[in-house]
């Protein structure tokens, strides 16, 4: 194995486990959600999360970052840390699941909308015909989980926020992954969302005093689990390979959704719900696949040879 395989071994690896934790926070989101407010459930998690991450960073010793990387820091600990996190929370609290995963799953189309314009990304056939039945799954799925749910402007508007954030943050900390690594980029992001969601912290101690503490640990668990080892295994891979790549992979999430809901809550999928979340990973294994090299015959072997 070549060393470039390995290392796209690796990436890819990353990838999924960070999609796998991503999967799960939606499951104890539920949890937390029913006692923290969006904006304390977010600061918590992210306190949680830079604890963790700042201690690893400390003990490898690796320090801050270039100067050249605290633009794009600075931007995705904004958009993606603090802005994504509490307009999501608040978001799922307006409108049914179903919904929410409709709307925030605009994010993968704009990160690679995006990546092409400010990155400079190629946006190839597969990576674009893999983003459209991704997303059709994604609809599927939603639809679904709908059912009698409840969908307001404000929640909509809130999850298109969500999804606005999301797409803007990836794209910033794609160029700061030149000048620090995976792990500098990840800790001092989830810091400045920190920051930004400092407001919050009253509610944050006042609901902390009356939350059962399967909550308090659920948040907890986002915190360490689905933030701190999740964004910096997202943001090794994404270093890696193309933002839009990238955000096509997260459409797997859907798909674990499902799994994990049937498996730790009960909640049995319909026919429309499996074959959503197979679509989502048909078109992940459409989006990350790379065409094969034409082959060469016998005859371009010697016109090859003529020309050393």
């Known amino acids: 194995m ?8 690796l990436a890819l690896a990353a990838a999924g486990v960070t999609v796998v934790l991503w ?8 949890s937390a959600g029913a006692a923290y407010s969006p904006g304390a459930l977010a600061l918590g998690r992210l306190l949680a999360g830079a604890l963790v991450l700042g201690a690893v960073l400390l003990i ?11 633009p794009g820091i600075a931007v995705s600990g904004l958009l993606w840390f603090g802005a994504y996190m509490v307009a999501l929370n608040w978001g799922e609290q307006e409108v049914d699941a179903g919904t929410a995963a409709m709307v925030v799953n605009i994010g993968p189309i704009l990160i690679a909308l995006l990546g092409s314009r400010f990155l400079g990304e190629k946006l190839p056939p597969r990576l674009i015909a893999g983003m459209a039945v991704s997303f059709a799954g994604a609809i599927a799925v939603g639809l679904s989980m709908s059912g009698e749910g409840h969908a307001s402007v404000l929640g909509v508007a809130l999850c298109l926020l969500a999804a606005v954030a999301y797409a803007g943050g990836v794209v910033a900390q794609k160029p700061a992954l030149a000048h620090g690594t995976a792990l500098q980029i990840t800790t001092f992001g989830c810091l400045v969302g920190a920051v930004a969601c400092l407001p919050f ?12 503490l399967s909550a308090t640990l659920n948040m907890v668990y986002l915190g360490v689990f689905p933030t701190a080892l999740a964004f910096t295994t997202w943001a090794y891979a994404l270093a890696r390979t193309t933002a839009g790549r990238m955000g096509a992979t997260t459409y797997a999430v859907p798909a674990l959704v499902v799994v994990m809901a049937w498996v730790f809550l009960g909640e049995l999928p ?6 959503g979340g197979a679509l989502c990973l048909a078109g992940v294994a459409v989006a990350r696949s790379r065409p094969k090299p034409p082959s060469r015959t016998p005859a371009d072997g010697v016109e090859a040879g003529k020309t050393l």
């Open 2 to 9: 070549t060393e470039s395989s390995a290392t796209s071994r």
């Open 23 to 30: 999967a799960s926070a939606f499951v104890s989101i539920r």
């Open 60 to 70: 490898r010793r690796e320090g801050l970052p270039s100067r050249a990387a605290w």
């Open 201 to 212: 912290a009253g509610r944050l101690v006042d609901e902390a005093s009356r939350a059962p």
């Open 270 to 275: 319909g026919l429309l719900t499996l074959a």
